[in-house]
């Protein structure tokens, strides 16, 4: 009797199991991913901070930046990162240029900073 209760246990949550699987969504990895609406014209690399190479900072920096119609930075909002890695970012960010468009777009961007 107890084997049984065991197996029936045991086919239950396998059962239950399978069936979350089943209906969990589905999701790619392109869809993870943020994509860039508009094509970037001009390209600046932010230099990695001496002052966080001294701290030993590295890290990720995300940005939501505006891009104006004539395809130049308008606003910008840190989403995460360190603060002086931010800055770095957002220094190279104010010279990039986009393709004009005909309206304003939000970009979200992601840079990845370390000891070179």
């Known amino acids: 009797m107890r084997t049984s209760i065991r197996s029936l246990f045991a086919t239950v949550f396998m059962a239950l199991g ?14 993870d991913q943020p994509e860039a609406k508009r094509k970037v014209v001009t390209r600046v690399v932010p230099a990695y901070p001496e002052l966080a190479g001294k701290m030993q900072i590295t890290g990720t920096v995300r940005l939501e930046v505006v891009v104006a119609a004539n395809g130049k930075m308008k606003s910008f909002q840190v989403i995460g990162g360190s603060p002086v890695l931010s800055k770095a ?8 240029k986009w393709v004009a468009a005909p309206q304003e777009t939000k970009e979200i961007l992601e840079f990845n900073f370390h000891p070179q």
């Not at 399978?18 to 869809?31: H, M, T």
């Not at 970012?89 to 990039?96: E, H, L, M, S, T």
């Open 18 to 31: 399978f069936a979350a699987i089943g209906l969990a969504p589905r999701r790619s990895v392109a869809q």
């Open 89 to 96: 970012a957002v220094d190279a960010i104010d010279k990039w």
